[in-house]
């Protein structure tokens, strides 16, 4: 998209100050911890570009509050690869980089600002190569610390880390399918006909590159079936967070141009599993 049409979809330039008055009245106040998913072509032109995004959510958290977004990894190898032939998982296996949290480059599809944050002075980065987590302030290092190389959606994540300590999620300009928390959801409900994935990836432990097996729900292509209770074409978080939202569960409000969701962390948690087992069926039951 060209700057024209960024500059007229915002009627001029969104600054650091609009984005802050727009933040604020949203809801995202001082000391706040949350995490965020964002279009950047959403909201406009935005003087600074993701820079001026990452400053003013610092601005509105302050210093007692933690910013927080989901990486990955762009380069990691894809789940089937050992289904490969064998010459070809050979040299893989023989010369792939390892994932290092300091520089593997976040998976693009999560867009611009996951890069913006991890490269900010004093961000961490959690270990897991295929659904790493970047945080920067008061409790980033709580949050990203230690997490679980099996089921790294489940407890002990960053993701169940987040609702621990009372956090939120800004949906700034991003499609609700895009609400990473939703797969916390996944890894607790209990419907029968739950998918998991067996994987490899190669990262760096004592400081030699090792190849790591991982187990944890299928969240590329889905942790349940979904086709029997969500209309064909429809994104599965679509249709949660929707409902979600009709519930008056969360606010909504516009960011520059951009028609963005404050939610809380445990609800969104707490409604999607109740959403799963409820229409998919528990299986504890």
């Known amino acids: 998209m060209d700057e024209a049409e960024l500059l007229r979809r915002s009627d001029g330039p969104v600054t650091h100050s609009q984005l802050v008055d727009d933040l604020a009245a949203l ?3 001082s000391g706040d911890v949350v995490m965020f998913h964002t279009r950047l072509s959403a909201i406009g032109y935005v003087a600074g570009g993701p820079r001026t995004v990452v400053e003013a959510l610092r601005t509105v958290v302050g210093e007692r509050g933690t910013l927080m977004v989901t990486c990955g990894w762009n380069d990691a190898l894809p789940y089937d690869f ?33 890069d913006a944050l991890r490269r900010t002075p004093g961000a961490v980065r959690s270990r897991h190569p295929d659904a790493s987590c970047a945080a920067l302030g008061a409790v980033a290092r709580e949050l990203t610390a230690d997490h679980p190389w099996d089921h790294p959606h489940g407890p002990g994540s960053p993701l169940a880390k987040l609702v621990d300590v009372g956090g939120r999620v800004l ?4 499609p609700l399918e895009t609400l990473t928390l939703l797969h916390h959801a996944e890894a607790l409900a209990t419907a029968p006909g739950k998918k998991f994935v067996t994987y490899e990836q190669p990262l760096i432990e004592g400081g030699l590159r090792v190849w790591r097996r991982f187990v944890d729900i299928d969240s590329s292509l889905g942790a349940f079936d979904y ?23 969360g606010s909504t409000g516009t ?9 809380d962390a445990r609800t969104v948690v707490d409604f999607g599993v109740d959403w799963i087992e409820s229409k998919l069926g528990d299986a504890s039951k």
């Open 27 to 29: 809801g995202l106040g």
């Open 82 to 114: 050992t289904e490969w032939p064998e010459p070809w998982q050979r040299a893989v296996r023989a010369e792939h980089p390892a994932y290092e949290p300091e520089s593997a480059e976040p998976d693009h599809a999560n867009g611009r600002l996951p």
């Open 171 to 174: 949906m700034l300009g991003a």
């Open 227 to 249: 086709a029997a209770v969500v209309d064909e074409g429809r994104d599965p978080f679509d249709a949660i967070a929707g409902d979600l939202l009709a519930a008056g569960l």
């Open 255 to 263: 960011v520059g141009a951009a028609r963005s969701h404050l939610l």
